[in-house]
């Protein structure tokens, strides 16, 4: 059985930097897609970028220059860093798995963990 | 402001059928596939269709979608009050090299 995990602080400081880690159960991260998709409170999705185990990324170019998104096979996890934050990234953040980049489906979310940015 | 333009509410009675909108351009929905989520109040979104019109196991037939052209949909029939979500459309666009959602319906089933 598939299962992801968030874990992370949940209160940043604006300017600094938000670090999830998606634990990743049931499944070889070493194969497939791993996503970061975030919500903020009461509003929509937004997809902030994916990685292939393999060190391959593609980011939001929304969101590319504050972003980063690593792998750690050993530990079956991966990772999202967001630089320099603020108030407008506070959000439900989700980690998702797809069989592909582009369109293809996230089959597979993580519950999501709420991360607050203020002072 | 999302790519993707869905009403931000739909409602129907018990056992009637609804349907759901998702416009989109050619570079997104007029170019790739489409997919579907359901997200319950206070849960992970939850994948309903894929491939515009494709359904994962364990997806009830009442849960349909399709698309044409530029605009894809979801249809619900035969809706129960566990089908009051939001419901978001998915796809990629190639013009802005990103995944791109709908700003979400949401479903009351009256």
């Known amino acids: 059985q598939v299962q992801l995990q968030e874990s992370g602080p949940g209160l940043v400081k604006p300017s600094e930097t938000l670090s999830l880690t998606c634990t990743v159960s049931g499944v070889s991260i070493s194969s497939y897609y791993w996503s970061w998709i975030r919500q903020p409170p009461g509003k929509g999705l937004e997809w902030i970028g994916y990685?292939?185990?393999?060190?391959?990324?593609n980011y939001n170019p929304s969101l590319k220059s504050r972003v980063t998104i690593s792998v750690d096979t050993s530990k079956n996890q991966f990772s999202l860093k967001l630089r320099s934050v603020t108030a407008a990234d506070t959000a439900v953040y989700y980690c998702a798995r797809s069989y592909g980049s582009g369109s293809y489906p996230f089959d597979y979310w993580g519950q999501g963990t709420l991360v607050t940015v203020s002072s | 402001q999302s790519v993707l333009t869905q009403p931000p509410s739909v409602s129907a009675a018990p056992g009637q059928k609804v349907t759901i909108s998702c416009s989109g351009s050619s570079s997104s929905i007029g170019n790739d596939y489409v997919s579907w989520y359901q997200q319950l109040p206070g849960t992970a979104p939850k994948l309903l269709i894929y491939e515009n019109n494709k359904r994962p196991s364990g997806i009830p037939d009442r849960f349909s979608g399709s698309k044409s052209g530029t605009s894809a949909t979801l249809g619900i029939t035969g809706l129960q009050t566990g089908d009051e979500a939001d419901y978001y459309c998915?796809?990629?666009?190639?013009?802005?090299?990103?995944?791109?959602f709908g700003g979400g319906t949401k479903l009351t089933v009256l």
């Open positions: 998915g796809t990629w666009d190639s013009s802005l090299g990103a995944g791109v």
């Open positions: 990685m292939f185990y393999s060190g391959s990324t």
